[in-house]
């Protein structure tokens, strides 16, 4: 599996002190993605694991840390590396958690849900708007991918149907919605959140707010307009109070 990075011990990948191991290659080009150098699916400043060798470095941070997270790009694009990998780190004690955009078939996906214990779940958007956000400039293999992922989770918002599958089994930690201002109905997605976490008050929702702090320059050009003032991030907090929710976490 190709490698960007590897963070040894890390406390906001996840409930306590984590491996992070950031992936190599994504299924999604979000315009304010802040590690666009982990979208193309090959890079120079990447390097390839084996499941035994990364094993070997979790080992050596384990007195340190309660499990691993794997981030990326995406990681559910290596989903059978990482169920292997998973495996063998349950051996050593220690949790398995994945950060997912969510965009992936969760057919497919049944043995790496199966060992993950837990996964933090990035919304991107809801509809259409995520053609520009996130499905613009696609960096995979050509137009018959976008149109299939256009119409899966643009049009179908399938991976708001991978979300209830996993907080139906109780594998999601947080859930966390970039606020973009005017690229989407923010309400109507918290809204969607609210009525899945009725039964789930202990899941966290974190809102980010937008900004181009560290974005390339013709990403960070693109957002001007559409970055949200803090008072309009404390706003859409107080709304998803009033929608129920009640576990709340806010990044200005």
């Known amino acids: 599996m190709p490698v960007h990075r590897i963070i040894p011990f890390s ?38 694991y084996s499941v035994d060798e990364l094993v070997e470095v979790i080992k050596g941070n384990k007195p340190f840390i309660r499990g691993i997270t794997v981030s990326g790009g995406e990681a559910t694009i290596y989903h059978k590396f990482l169920t292997e990998l998973f495996k063998k780190v349950h051996e050593l004690g220690l949790t ?9 078939d969760r057919d497919v996906l049944n043995d790496l849900i199966e060992v993950t214990d837990k996964f933090l779940f990035d919304i991107k958007g809801i509809g259409m708007s995520l053609e520009t956000l996130c499905f613009s400039d696609f960096l995979q293999d050509g137009k018959n991918i976008v149109n299939s992922h256009l119409q899966r989770f643009s049009v179908d918002n399938e991976h708001f149907w991978n979300l209830d599958e996993l907080i139906k089994l109780n594998k999601v930690e947080e859930i966390r919605l970039v606020y973009i201002k005017g690229q989407f109905d923010e309400k109507h997605i918290i809204r969607e959140i609210a009525n899945k976490l009725k039964s789930h ?11 181009g702090r560290g974005l390339p320059k013709e990403r960070a050009f693109k957002l001007k307009g559409f970055i949200p003032i803090k008072s309009e991030l404390d706003d859409l907090a107080a709304f998803a109070k009033s929608e129920g929710l009640v576990n709340i976490v806010m990044i200005y």
């Open 11 to 48: 406390n906001v990948e996840g409930l306590g002190n984590r491996t992070s191991i950031f992936v190599q290659g994504c299924n999604a080009n979000c315009l304010y993605c802040h590690n666009s150098e982990t979208i193309p699916m090959a890079s120079d400043d990447s390097q390839q």
């Open 96 to 104: 398995c958690y994945v950060d997912t955009n969510g965009f992936f």
């Open 201 to 211: 008050p202990e899941i966290a929702l974190k809102l980010i707010r937008v900004h």
